[in-house]
């Protein structure tokens, strides 16, 4: 250092050190959660069916604190059963079988969601066709009639509906 005029000097020493380069291998595990829903495809309207949610973890760790959430069958959103699954261990499932009653006509949801710690969740849907049977009576003919002579009526009955009618009677 030379000084060039007749001022104070400010001088800063850096000092660094490092310990010898070690290296870590650190295993990541990661949960996943799969859920299938399987059962028949079709439903009479009323008509009580089962259904079979298999909730898997293909993942690498477990999955804490497994919630499902069953949506009812018969087209709402409002949820109608929970199932607290608790732990699932990586490469386990577990089977929950649902009893649901059809509500409604037309294609409905069977609609399942799943949710763990860490944000996790998965969510499987099946839909099913809801028959419902229905019945319409037409009855034709004079509306007045002379006593003691003979009249002719036509009675039509009819099955509107998108199931068979089973055991009608007409009377």
């Given at each position: 250092i030379i000084p060039k005029r007749g001022e104070s000097l400010q001088l800063t020493v850096s000092c660094s050190c490092a310990p010898p380069v070690a290296q870590a291998v650190v295993q990541v595990q990661e949960p996943r959660?799969?859920?299938?829903?399987?059962?028949?495809?079709?439903?009479?309207?009323?008509?009580?069916?089962?259904?079979?949610l298999t909730l898997s973890n293909p993942g690498t760790g477990p999955a804490e604190n497994v919630v499902v959430h069953v949506v009812n069958l018969g087209g709402s959103d409002r949820l109608d059963e929970v199932h607290k699954v608790g732990s699932l261990a990586p490469g386990m499932s577990r089977t929950i079988d649902l009893t649901m009653v059809a509500r409604q006509t037309g294609t409905v949801l069977v609609k399942a969601q799943a949710s763990a710690l860490g944000g996790l969740s998965s969510e499987a849907t099946k839909e099913v066709?809801?028959?419902?049977?229905?019945?319409?009576?037409?009855?034709?003919?004079?509306?007045?009639?002379?006593?003691?002579?003979?009249?002719?009526y036509r009675l039509h009955v009819a099955n509107p509906g998108t199931a068979a009618a089973r055991n009608v009677t007409v009377s």
């Open positions: 959660l799969q859920m299938v829903v399987a059962g028949p495809d079709e439903a009479l309207y009323g008509e009580s069916k089962t259904f079979e066709l809801v028959r419902r049977p229905a019945l319409r009576v037409d009855l034709a003919g004079p509306e007045t009639q002379y006593a003691g002579t003979r009249a002719a």
